[in-house]
């Protein structure tokens, strides 16, 4: 019994998952969630958690009966226990590493990341408390977070509502909205990381 | 209970997320920098997934657990909200190189500064909300 256990958490644990595993089981989220009648798109739970806090007094697009939405932040919720059980029990053969190409390694280098191939870890070192103290951790940290939060109600959803909820039912706003995504995207990569990461 | 189900589609979620390293800052840095098929895979395997099981759905008049056709609800055929808005969040993902989903993995992976992500994502949905009227969609 024991064996078969570690047996299934080696075959878990490998790292990365294939893309194809990867996609096949972002789908089966969403098709699961749709079978329950709801609807796939985690940055929605930034609204109702606002709403939670009393937001509506200050602005009517958080009046609204978020407690209907308290399925999705069991989702959040579980996707944190997720990561949790993942980061402690299922983590990778070789520890926490993001393996990215050999080209990535050597752009980063340009950004002043010197990591060698296969030695990139999963989450870069400015996600710490120690960074948020730094200026360029500070404008990470809290001024992705704004855009993030920002931009995803503004835009009506984020990767998963547009991204693959819309796209997956054909839906022309969607895909205007992820090359809104990738505009962005393009933007911060080729013309802000320069300076950003230059601080 | 009812709300058991949930949190095991979160987990999954989660999971899938960590190990197919969406989750990572790096990968997504690859991929607006196209140097890997990876992410665009994940990406593309669920849109075409998506695709063929909607169609699957509307063909055979497939209905939820409520008894109700399943559909997702049509997005307001509106554009510049999503092309302003899209950009905004684009902006947020490359620099974060998390989006929401991410967000609530690596807070529960053990990354706590993630906390303070959250507080100012939260900040940034609120100051949607006040300016909401003002902003062109």
Not at chain 1, 49 to 54: L, N, P, V
Not at chain 1, 88 to 102: C, D, K, Q
Not at chain 2, 16 to 43: C, N, P
Request: proline share 4%; charged share 10%.
């Amino acid at each position: 019994m024991l064996e078969l256990w570690e047996s299934f958490r080696a075959f878990i644990s490998h790292q990365p998952w294939p893309w194809w595993v990867g996609g096949g089981m972002i789908a089966l989220v969403m098709f699961t969630l749709m079978f329950f009648g709801k609807e796939f798109g985690i940055s929605a739970n930034l609204r109702a958690m606002c709403a939670a806090e009393g937001a509506g007094r200050f602005a009517d697009f958080f009046n609204y009966d978020w407690q209907r939405d308290g399925w999705n932040l069991m989702v959040a919720l579980g996707a944190m226990f997720g990561g949790y059980m993942t980061a402690h029990y299922f983590g990778g053969p070789e520890g926490n590493i993001a393996h990215v190409s050999p080209a990535t390694v050597a752009s980063l280098r340009e950004l002043g990341f010197n990591y060698e191939v296969g030695k990139v870890p999963l989450v870069p070192e400015f996600y710490s408390w120690e960074s948020l103290l730094t200026l360029r951790g500070f404008i990470i940290i809290v001024g992705g977070g704004f855009l993030i939060g920002f931009g995803a109600r503004y835009a009506g959803g984020c990767t998963s509502g547009h991204a693959i909820s819309g796209i997956s039912s054909l839906q022309v706003p969607s895909l205007v909205a992820v090359t809104g995504f990738f505009i962005g995207g393009l933007i911060m990569t080729y013309f802000i990381f320069p300076f950003l990461f230059q601080l | 209970m009812r709300f058991f189900k949930y949190i095991a589609i979160g987990f999954v979620m989660g999971m899938t997320l960590y190990k197919s390293e969406a989750v990572s800052w790096f990968r997504i840095y690859e991929m607006f920098h196209f140097q890997s098929f990876h992410m665009f895979g994940i990406i593309l395997t669920a849109i075409a997934i998506g695709i063929v099981g909607e169609q699957l759905i509307k063909r055979f008049h497939l209905k939820n657990i409520k008894g109700e056709e399943l559909y997702v609800p049509p997005k307001a055929p509106t554009y510049k909200r999503y092309i302003f808005g899209g950009i905004i969040f684009g902006l947020g993902w490359a620099m974060a190189g998390i989006c929401p989903g991410p967000m609530f993995i690596l807070l529960g992976a053990g990354y706590t500064v993630l906390a303070v992500f959250l507080a100012s994502a939260m900040f940034g949905t609120f100051v949607y909300g006040l300016l909401r009227d003002k902003l062109p969609h």
